[in-house]
């Protein structure tokens, strides 16, 4: 699997940031696209949790293989879809006890924390 990364074996700070917005949007369009069209997958938390693990997981695929033209092996996806879900329930839960409202600060805190246990299972 191919990485963004520099000759030096450092994660580009470029990338770490489209990577984090890529996430940012990601998590508010399909958070209102569920609070709109999916009230009850947004007022289960299990579901809400899955639902916006999967999208994640989907959009980070598709944007790998047009950036990178590298085909998404089955079970990477399969482990960056649990790490995704697993980051996002961490992270919403961490924000929700910090009492993090549902602004941008959310959704930027999510993200980076998406990004960072994503970064984390990828060097395993």
């Not at 329930?89 to 959704?107: H, K, Q, V």
Request: charge should be positive.
């Amino acid at each position: 699997m191919a990485r963004h990364r520099h000759k030096s074996g450092s994660i580009s700070l470029k990338w770490a940031f489209v990577w984090i917005v890529i996430f940012v949007l990601t998590i508010w369009f399909f958070t209102e696209f569920a609070i709109a069209f999916l009230p009850p997958v947004y007022a289960n938390q299990i579901f809400y949790v899955v639902y916006i693990g999967i999208a994640i997981s989907i959009v980070a695929a598709i944007v790998r293989n047009v950036t990178m033209h590298a085909q998404v092996v089955p079970r990477d996806f399969i482990v960056f879809l649990c790490a995704h879900i697993f980051a996002f329930w961490f992270f919403n839960l961490l924000a929700s006890m910090i009492g993090i409202p549902r602004t941008i600060f959310y959704y930027i805190f999510t993200a980076i924390g998406v990004y960072v246990i994503a970064q984390i299972v990828r060097r395993m």
